[in-house]
T-cell receptor, first 113, second 115 residues
């Protein structure tokens, strides 16, 4: 079945450091890919998405590119802030299929001032 | 206005009790979901309803029974609560199926603690 693998956390960075959170997936066909963010004590919010190969999703300084050849969707940000501290989830969904999101296990990011 | 709301936010109860969690969305969406997030933050889908019809039922114990009185509401009833049911339960909703844009909007979660 479909699955998503994220790098193990937690990740601790200093403010203004470069962030990469790796995400790879296993799926048949061409799923849509997402990054969701969960701030402390809150629900999940969509951070960015990509629906086909070579698409780049971006939002709030975060970026991720849908790489079909490596089945990856790594999340990057050039300069993190304390307010980026959260848990980040990579996820996929098949269009027109069961319509269920399959999540990675989440990566906790802590940014120190 | 909250798009997807859940009540209660916190629920503490004894083993063996029966409890319900309610979810409402005001987005006019057709599809609603329940997800369970365990203590390690792992998220897994439990159920999905489309226009009040069950379309996804993962391998969830039959002590868990979703109920959708209308397409804006999806409630989760749990019988005979067990310690392992302690988790955060998230409700989510999504617009019409078949489109390229499949964003799901999540509620704030209900933290269930079974003692």
């Amino acid at each position: 079945g479909d699955s998503v693998t994220q790098m193990e956390g937690p990740v601790t960075l200093s403010e203004e450091a470069f962030l990469t959170i790796n995400c790879t997936y296993t799926a048949t066909g061409y799923p849509s890919l997402f990054w969701y963010v969960q701030y402390p004590g809150e629900g999940l919010q969509l951070l960015l998405k990509a629906t086909k190969a070579d698409d780049k999703g971006s939002n709030k300084g975060f970026e991720a590119t849908y790489r079909k050849e490596t089945t990856s969707f790594h999340l990057e940000k050039g300069s993190v802030q304390v307010s980026d501290s959260a848990v980040y989830f990579c996820a996929l969904i098949h269009q027109g299929g069961s319509e269920k999101l399959v999540f990675g296990k989440g990566t906790k990011l802590t940014v120190n001032p | 206005d909250t798009a997807v709301s859940q009540t209660p936010k916190y629920l503490v109860t004894q083993m063996g009790n029966d409890k319900s969690i309610k979810c409402e969305q005001n987005l006019g969406h057709d599809t609603m979901y329940w997800y369970k997030q365990d203590s390690k933050k792992f998220l897994k889908i439990m159920f999905s309803y489309n226009n009040k019809e069950l379309i996804i039922n993962e391998t969830v114990p039959n002590r868990f029974s979703p109920k959708s009185p209308d397409k804006a509401h999806l409630n989760l009833h749990i019988n005979s609560l067990e310690l392992g049911d302690s988790a955060v339960y998230f409700c989510a909703s999504r617009g019409a199926a078949g489109g390229l844009y499949n964003e799901q909007f999540f509620g704030p979660g209900t933290r269930l603690t079974v003692l």
